[in-house]
Structure formats: structure tokens, C-alpha cells
DNA sequence: TCCGGCTGAGAGAGCGCTCTCTCGAAAGGG
DNA sequence: CCCTTTCGAGAGAGCGCTCTCTCAGCCGGA
């Protein structure tokens, strides 16, 4: 009880092989009565084309890797980040009918069975989530010959087209807020420096506090909530009088809201708050947390695109997309 | 420049192909000084299978989908459950070296592509997350004789193994907790019935009720945060005494604990409040959150060795996990 | 009437692999 | 010493499809 064929069809149909085949992919070069009459074979025999077969001679899989190179617990459960990428990605590619096949790379055996899988052939290209700047995944696979994209630029310099946002622009957004309320001390929690994103918006807030005059007071986190509110309680040490912090996630803010509301300083009265991705819990802390957004949907779908134009021939131009100041209740 | 095939790796360690398709797939009627030159020759030209040949001969893929059948909105951004376990299965089918192909199904025109590309073989099995009753796609991946599990029980009665959580137990736990805590009246916050959590969750309240002689106190929200707000409100309006309510989920939990300190009640002194799932968010609640936590992980890694074992012709017995209670401070 | 051009359909090779069948050689028993 | 058994390796078919090449048939122009 096999499933039926293009053989099978063609001989239903009372045409050839070939001829059945052109129907199916749609070509223009058969007679209306001929195509009728192998679309009806399909439909009676319930035909669909054998994936492999068809792979085997055009050498496409019409699939892309998402590889993911996180830790996974860091990947879904805390960072909605991740989450919302992989979503817009899988949307944008169902458009043009490409399938995900997902991998998460967590440890260095895992990295060798990605490197296998796409050497194999299995995709037609990869699209790299890897934001620590450790990670060999980018070098690897930037020599495996296959196209591949990366989601935020890769931390060491290496020939991968990327669609990233402008972290430094972000973040000076958000500390010329400070500045323009008033604010006098300005603090920073910074995120890990082996991270783009970290390095990025320290920068950023360097650049500003450079050019108003102001001395930069940092502490370093690593982009959970948890390490936002021991960094907080240590900026609070170290200058009790700070009257503004930027924060590098808001995963991060909602850590040092915590431990700000424990050493009893109002939001925004006597502490500013900023924090940065503006993740959907943003609009309900208290008070709710000013932000910058960044368009991670678009950012997904650029790097979709981006992909798809390199199957293309397209240009392998890394594209940076704007940031924007969401301004709540905390600053 | 092509990729290396077997021919080429036989015809460099001077044996026929079959022998050396015999080294790759690791059978032991190989001699060892010619699996030797055999393995050198598949080194030194990074010979790698064709997959897509491979399977044309086999009729196996090595790789599985994980069909998400909801609002691609909901399934990642508002439910971390769901990420979880799409995180669980994949790591744990990482051990048996099969993919995960992910597949968002939301629309009707996406499910059309599912089943298309499920029909064409693409994968060996099926794994189903779908949580809406009026679902057509259970119904119709059964129908496909490919194996298919899913996760949480089909709402409506399909032929498909599935594991699941003991919801109706978890719920009886979480309300007699309320009823040993001397609460008189118990409010809930239900559910959408037409998604089996929902149904089975409500079940679990109205037994307990029944068996202690209480007076059911019923809203039902959609299982979002925003949901859980409005339907707390509501009940507070309903039955302005209420001292206790027990929310079908954590996520409209965190909605309840909102418009109950709008509405100036002290939780647990005035009401006391469960939830239901254990999100990582109800640690942060103020007061942290008393949940029914249920074993998501465990629960994604049993769908995943149900699908392998149907893969061996074993059982398709579903599978039932039991929950707990976790107690913090909110009741 | 003949021929060249064009359109539509078939023949058949070949994609890279697995696996059965076959066979030679070595080993062991009578 | 010969015959049977076992083991290791090769030959070759075939998985289901695409795509090039070929060719039949029709049309129009000279």
C-alpha cells in the first residue's frame, strides 16, 4: 500500500512521466485538455510529489536552518526575545512556502551535529541566532559554502551577511532622555560584554555621558533579571546618589526596579529608569519601564528576506534597522 | 566543484560502493584494515550522506514536525509554556539524532500546508500542539497513517496518543487547599471551555465545591493576562465577598492580583488566590504566586518517547502526569 | 508542393544512495 | 583431498523525480 507515484499518475492520465511532471510544476508548455486530465489523476489518486526524490536532482530542500546558539534555558523561558523571532521568521518563510527546521546548539557536541546537518545538504541555507561572542557556530558555518544570515551582528568578525538594530543609537536615545530630564548622576547596568548587545549600548551610553559632561557609574549584568537587581544594589553602594540608571535589557530594569523599590527609592521621583528591547512585561511593572524598542518582527523578516535574495544572487549587505524611545512612567 | 558522493569514497579507498555505504551506515562485516582506508578516504574527501538519497531508499527522514496549531501571537509571546516545550522536545530529540521541523498552523490556509507537507512524507511523525477544541487538524493528521502524538488530550475524541496533565486533579488540589485554608467563598476565574485546560480545570473546581457544599462562583476568561483582569473585576462586582478564587491559569492570575489591589483587596488576607501552570512569572508576583505546577518538560519528553516508541510499533497508550502543589504566599 | 520553424509530448538518463543477490575465498569436517 | 559452510565484498537494481534531448505534427510562406 504504497503512495502513488508520478508513474502512476502519468499512466492514470494516459500521458508520460515527463509530461505528468510538467503539470505539477506548473509549467505552461501542455495542452488545457492534458492538464486537466493529470490534475484529475492527482486529485483521484491522491498524489503528492516525493520531497526526497525531488530534492535528489534540483538540489534544493525548499528548508532553512534556524539555528539557535544559546543555552536553552536562556533561549525561550526567560527571554520572550527569541521567541518572537523564531515566530516572525517561520511567518515569513511559510510565505514563500520554505519550511524551519529548527536546532538548538546549546553545547559543543550539539555544534558538531549542526555543522553535520548543514553540511549534509539538508538546507538550503541558515539563519544564526548567536549572540555571544565565543561562539565558533559563525566561523563554522560561514565556511560550509551554504548561505547563511545571522540575527545580530556576530561578535567576532567574520563574513556573514546580518540584520541587527542600532543598539548605539538606542542606547544614546535613551541616555539623552536622562539627560534632557535633568539628570545629574547617571548610572548604567550594563549587559555581558561578550555580547554585541552589551558592548553596543555601553557604548552608546559612553558616547552621551562623554559629551554632557557627566561621570559614567557602571555595573555589569548578564541580561537576567536576576543579575539587574544585584547590580542595582551594588550601583546603590557604590553612589547612593545616583538619580538615573540605564539599563541594558528590560529584563534587567525589572530586576533593579525590585531591588529599587527595597531600598525604598520612588520610580521615577528619585531613581529614572530606562530599559531597552521593551518586552511585553515592560507596560506592566511599576511603574511601567521606559524603553527603547526595537523592531524585532521587522528585524526577523529583514533577515527572511535577506536570506531568501542570497539564494537569489542578492546583495550580502548587513542591514541596521532604527531604534525608538517608548517613553512610560519611569523615566 | 560538487560535494563528494559514495562513488568518489570508494573508488579513493579502492573498494566498491556498497562497502563503503556498508562503513558509513556502520555495519560489522567489514574488515577493519578496510574500514580503515574506507573511514581515511570519507575524511580527507569531508564526505557527508546525501540525506534526500538516503531517504529515497529508506523511506525514513530522521526528522519530525512539531505542528503549533494557534495564533502564532498567543503560542510564543503570552505563553511561556509552549516555548518550553517546543525547547523540551527538541533537546530530547536531539539524542536520538532526529530533527525537529516546526510548523505554525493558525490559519486555515496554513493547515492546508501542514497536512500538504505532512501527506508528502516530509517527516516521520507527527508531534500536535493544539489546545482549541474546534481544531480540524487532529482529526485530519490521524487520517494521514503517519504516527502522530499530541500534546494535552484532543478536545475533541480523535484516534491519537497523547500526554497529558492531570488537570481535573490539579484543579481538586488548588481548591482544596482553599477549603483547608477556611475559605468560604470560592470564586474561579475558568478557562476558554472550548480548550480542554479550561474544561477539565473547571471540572477539578466544581467537584471540590460539590463535595464541600460551596456555592460555585464562575467567570471565564481566555487564559491571558488582560482576560484575567477584566474577569476578577467582574467577580468582585458579582460577589463583593468572595475570599478566595482559584484561576485556571498563572498568566490571568497575574491579571486577577492587578484588579485585586485596584480594588483595595489584600491578598491572601482578604482573598486568596491559586493559580495553575507555575510560570516562571508567578515567583515574582506580589505576593508570589501559590500555583498547581505541572511537569512540562517531563510531559514534552514523553510525548517525544511516545512518538519513538509508535516509531517501533509500541504502545499508543496515552499518558497521564500528575501535578502538584506549589504554596507561596498568595493563598 | 515542399520546407523551415515552432509547439507539445515522450524517451531516457541520471541524481546518490541502500540493499538484495551473487560469488569468491577461506575454513572446517569427513 | 574434496565438499560444505561461512564470511566478506562486489554487481546492479531501483527508490521517485526532473530535465535535456529528441521527435512528431502542424502551420505558414515561397
Same mark, same amino acid.
Not at 552621551?208 to 549584568?221: E, F, K, T, Y
Given at each position: 500500500m504504497r503512495r502513488? $507515484?508520478?508513474?502512476? %499518475?502519468?499512466?492514470? /492520465?494516459?500521458?508520460?512521466?515527463? $509530461?505528468?511532471?510538467?503539470?505539477?510544476?506548473?509549467?505552461t508548455t501542455v495542452a488545457p485538455n492534458i492538464r486537466d486530465a493529470v490534475l484529475r489523476a492527482i486529485d483521484e489518486l491522491?498524489?503528492?510529489?516525493?520531497?526526497?526524490? #525531488?530534492?535528489?536532482?534540483t538540489q534544493? $530542500?525548499?528548508?532553512?536552518?534556524? %539555528?539557535?546558539?544559546?543555552?536553552? $534555558?536562556?533561549?525561550?523561558?526567560?527571554?520572550?526575545?527569541?521567541?518572537?523571532?523564531i515566530r516572525s521568521a517561520s511567518v515569513e518563510l511559510e510565505t514563500v512556502n520554505k519550511q524551519v527546521v529548527l536546532m538548538l546548539a546549546s553545547s559543543a557536541s550539539s555544534h558538531a551535529r549542526v555543522e553535520r546537518y548543514i553540511a549534509g545538504g539538508h538546507v538550503d541555507g541558515v539563519m544564526l541566532i548567536s549572540m555571544h561572542g565565543a561562539d565558533p557556530l559563525p566561523a563554522a558555518?560561514?565556511?560550509?559554502?551554504?548561505?547563511?544570515?545571522?540575527?545580530? #551582528?556576530?561578535?567576532?568578525?567574520?563574513?556573514?551577511?546580518?540584520?541587527?538594530?542600532?543598539?548605539?543609537?538606542?542606547?544614546e536615545l535613551a541616555v539623552r532622555h536622562?539627560?534632557?530630564?535633568?539628570? #545629574?548622576? =547617571? +548610572?548604567? =547596568? +550594563?549587559?555581558?560584554?561578550d555580547m554585541i548587545g552589551g558592548q553596543d549600548r555601553l557604548t552608546g551610553y559612553r558616547n552621551?555621558?562623554?559629551?554632557?559632561?557627566?561621570?559614567? =557609574?557602571?555595573?555589569?549584568?548578564d541580561f537576567t533579571r536576576e543579575s539587574g537587581a544585584v547590580a542595582m544594589r551594588q550601583l546603590?553602594?557604590?553612589?547612593?546618589?545616583?538619580? /538615573?540608571?540605564?539599563? /541594558?535589557?528590560?529584563?534587567? +530594569?525589572?530586576?533593579?526596579?525590585?531591588?529599587?523599590?527595597?531600598?525604598?527609592? *520612588?520610580?521615577p521621583d528619585d531613581v529614572a529608569v530606562v530599559g531597552f528591547d521593551d518586552i511585553e512585561a515592560a507596560q506592566y511593572t511599576e511603574p511601567p519601564l521606559t524603553t527603547v524598542r526595537h523592531p524585532v518582527v521587522e528585524q526577523a523578516t529583514a533577515m527572511v *528576506?535577506?536570506?531568501?535574495?542570497?539564494?537569489?544572487?542578492?546583495?550580502?549587505?548587513?542591514? =541596521?534597522?532604527p531604534t525608538e524611545l517608548v517613553v512610560r512612567e519611569s523615566a
Open positions: 502513488p $507515484t508520478l508513474e502512476a %499518475v502519468a499512466a492514470r /492520465a494516459g500521458v508520460s512521466r515527463a $509530461t505528468a511532471s510538467r503539470v505539477v510544476n506548473g509549467q491522491g498524489y503528492v510529489p516525493n520531497p526526497a526524490a #525531488r530534492s535528489l536532482v534544493r $530542500t525548499d528548508s532553512v536552518a534556524l %539555528v539557535v546558539s544559546e543555552p536553552p $534555558t536562556r533561549v525561550f523561558s526567560e527571554d520572550p526575545l527569541f521567541s518572537t523571532v558555518l560561514s565556511r560550509l559554502r551554504v548561505p547563511v544570515v545571522s540575527y545580530g #551582528r556576530p561578535a567576532v568578525p567574520v563574513d556573514i551577511p546580518y540584520v541587527d538594530n542600532d543598539n548605539v543609537g538606542g542606547a536622562l539627560v534632557a530630564g535633568g539628570r #545629574r548622576r =547617571i +548610572a548604567t =547596568i +550594563a549587559g555581558p560584554q552621551v555621558l562623554r559629551d554632557s559632561d557627566r561621570r559614567s =557609574i557602571v555595573a555589569v549584568g546603590l553602594g557604590d553612589d547612593p546618589g545616583l538619580d /538615573a540608571v540605564f539599563v /541594558a535589557n528590560d529584563l534587567m +530594569a525589572v530586576g533593579a526596579l525590585q531591588s529599587l523599590r527595597q531600598a525604598g527609592r *520612588r520610580v *528576506r535577506l536570506l531568501l535574495g542570497l539564494f537569489e544572487g542578492g546583495p550580502a549587505d548587513p542591514v =541596521i534597522l
